[in-house]
């Protein structure tokens, strides 16, 4: 019996998160038995130069000697206290210098849990309960998040999963990812009743996706005439794709701004923060409320503290941007060379792999267009010469500082080989 199998019998679908599973690629999930530096090994012992990072945490590479020092020695001292520590407060305090949008935070302990809580939050501070939200983007599975667009243009959604109440479908509204004249209208027509506008400001969820000119200039725009909150998802592209994160990169200032990954150094971390005015209606100064048990835990709050000061190094977004440019110009060379029509996005540590003749993807539809049976065989034979992608055609990719020269050329030397198989075939 596998590994997967055994899992199945215990966990539903065998997994704890359901891009684990493999289902949009299909076969058996790998179980992972250790990690270091750009490498997963396996647990039938099978070694991978790998492009997930643990979904993004992981922008120093795995098992970083000076995280793991530091978790070590928090960690000697008690896990968990259900009080403060001086941790939190240093974390906080490093946010704050790094993103001046955000002059309070609070930490929780996923990023789901950030994106719920921002949105209670906007609702709680403005006295108006609709969302504003975009195809494409994930925000974590809380129920008013878990919404697809009605049948037309700025009609009313629809929940997107048994379990979710219709008439919280009546409180979002979801609109084209990049359709700055669309959000333009939907103000227009409801912007009296907009709490918020909640975007991931590069979409990672339905693969690489960065906004175009304008688009997130708009949604600031829009946000101010009509008195609602914008929120930045951060919770992927925070200190990714920039120290300050997209909101630095493409200066725009949010209300609120959701993060995870990087900020818990790979440990389960969330954090909502912004606006000191608003952040201060939170319990216990106001009556919106928000709490968690393990909240701000010294080991999670160490190893993001750790993560953020050597990230803060000199040069070092410089130094991933240039080797993601790398790998990415090399793949698309080498689908040229075996024809395959291939088209790459990427801003800094994060890209996406699409096989479409496009000329751009920037939008849904695009994304859904493009050739997701032709990704399925392409990551197994990836999988093959060593190479773990997402498994899914639909997430991001990431690339971490520990990714060097030798890693990057046999990544391309195995897509090479790869597309010519597929062409083959």
Same mark, same amino acid.
């Given at each position: 019996?596998?590994?997967?199998?055994?899992?199945?019998?215990?966990?539903?679908?065998?997994?704890?998160?359901?891009?684990? /599973?493999?289902?949009?690629?299909?076969?058996?999930?790998?179980?992972?038995?250790?990690?270091?530096?750009?490498?997963?090994?396996? /647990?039938?012992?099978?070694?991978?130069?790998?492009?997930?990072?643990?979904?993004?945490?992981?922008?120093?590479?795995?098992?970083?000697?000076?995280?793991?020092?530091?978790?070590?020695?928090?960690?000697?001292?008690?896990?968990?206290?259900?009080?403060?520590?001086?941790?939190?407060?240093?974390?906080?305090?490093?946010?704050?210098?790094?993103?001046?949008?955000? %002059?309070?935070?609070?930490?929780?302990?996923?990023?789901?849990?950030?994106?719920?809580?921002?949105?209670?939050?906007?609702?709680?501070?403005?006295?108006?309960?609709?969302?504003?939200?975009?195809?494409?983007?994930?925000?974590?599975?809380?129920?008013?998040?878990?919404?697809?667009?009605?049948?037309?243009?700025?009609?009313?959604?629809?929940?997107?999963?048994?379990?979710?109440?219709?008439?919280?479908?009546?409180?979002?509204?979801?609109?084209?990812?990049?359709?700055?004249?669309?959000?333009?209208?939907?103000?227009?027509?409801?912007?009296?009743?907009?709490?918020?506008?909640?975007?991931?400001?590069?979409?990672?969820?339905?693969?690489?996706?960065?906004?175009?000119?304008?688009?997130? %200039?708009?949604?600031?725009?829009?946000?101010?005439?009509?008195?609602?909150?914008?929120?930045?998802?951060?919770?992927?592209?925070?200190?990714?794709?920039?120290?300050?994160?997209?909101?630095?990169?493409?200066?725009?200032?949010?209300?609120?701004?959701?993060?995870?990954?990087?900020?818990?150094?790979?440990?389960?971390?969330?954090?909502?923060?912004?606006?000191?005015?608003?952040?201060? +209606?939170?319990?216990?100064?106001?009556?919106?409320?928000?709490?968690?048990?393990?909240?701000?835990?010294?080991?999670?709050?160490?190893?993001?503290?750790?993560?953020?000061?050597?990230?803060?190094?000199?040069?070092?977004?410089?130094?991933?941007?240039?080797?993601?440019?790398?790998?990415?110009?090399?793949?698309?060379?080498?689908?040229?060379?075996?024809?395959?029509?291939?088209?790459?996005?990427?801003?800094?540590?994060?890209?996406?792999?699409?096989?479409?003749?496009?000329?751009?993807?920037?939008?849904?539809?695009?994304?859904?267009?493009?050739?997701? %049976?032709?990704?399925? +065989?392409?990551?197994?034979?990836?999988?093959?010469?060593?190479?773990?992608?997402?498994?899914?055609?639909?997430?991001?990719?990431?690339?971490?500082?520990?990714?060097?020269?030798?890693?990057?050329?046999?990544?391309?030397?195995?897509?090479?080989?790869?597309?010519?198989?597929?062409?083959?075939?």
């Amino acid at each position: 019996m596998s590994l997967y199998q055994e899992a199945c019998k215990y966990i539903p679908g065998g997994v704890n998160s359901p891009v684990r /599973a493999f289902r949009g690629v299909g076969g058996e999930p790998i179980f992972i038995k250790r990690a270091s530096g750009a490498h997963i090994e396996a /647990a039938d012992g099978r070694r991978f130069v790998d492009y997930v990072g643990s979904w993004g945490p992981m922008i120093l590479g795995h098992a970083h000697p000076e995280v793991i020092g530091a978790v070590q020695r928090v960690a000697a001292d008690g896990l968990s206290f259900g009080a403060p520590t001086e941790l939190e407060t240093a974390l906080a305090r490093r946010v704050t210098e790094l993103m001046p949008s955000i %002059e309070r935070v609070r930490f929780v302990s996923s990023g789901t849990e950030a994106t719920m809580s921002a949105i209670r939050l906007a609702r709680g501070f403005t006295g108006r309960d609709t969302i504003v939200k975009f195809e494409g983007c994930y925000h974590g599975h809380s129920d008013s998040l878990l919404i697809k667009a009605g049948s037309g243009a700025l009609t009313l959604g629809v929940p997107s999963s048994p379990g979710v109440p219709a008439a919280l479908a009546a409180h979002t509204v979801t609109l084209r990812y990049n359709d700055a004249e669309q959000v333009r209208e939907a103000f227009r027509k409801l912007g009296a009743q907009i709490a918020c506008v909640i975007v991931e400001p590069v979409a990672g969820n339905m693969n690489c996706v960065p906004p175009v000119k304008g688009f997130l %200039e708009t949604l600031r725009s829009e946000c101010d005439r009509a008195g609602a909150l914008l929120i930045l998802d951060e919770v992927m592209t925070g200190f990714r794709v920039a120290l300050g994160g997209a909101q630095a990169h493409y200066r725009v200032r949010p209300d609120l701004t959701t993060l995870g990954k990087i900020i818990g150094g790979g440990m389960p971390v969330g954090a909502f923060g912004g606006r000191r005015d608003v952040m201060e +209606r939170l319990a216990p100064l106001g009556p919106i409320y928000q709490a968690g048990t393990l909240s701000g835990n010294p080991v999670a709050m160490v190893a993001g503290l750790t993560t953020l000061e050597l990230i803060s190094a000199p040069g070092f977004h410089q130094r991933l941007a240039a080797k993601t440019a790398t790998l990415m110009q090399g793949i698309e060379e080498v689908a040229a060379r075996a024809g395959v029509a291939l088209l790459t996005n990427h801003v800094t540590g994060m890209f996406g792999l699409f096989f479409t003749d496009a000329a751009r993807v920037e939008t849904f539809e695009q994304v859904m267009s493009c050739d997701v %049976e032709r990704f399925k +065989r392409f990551f197994h034979r990836m999988l093959a010469e060593g190479v773990y992608l997402a498994p899914s055609a639909f997430e991001a990719g990431f690339i971490s500082d520990a990714h060097g020269e030798e890693e990057l050329d046999a990544t391309i030397t195995a897509a090479s080989r790869a597309l010519a198989a597929l062409e083959a075939r």
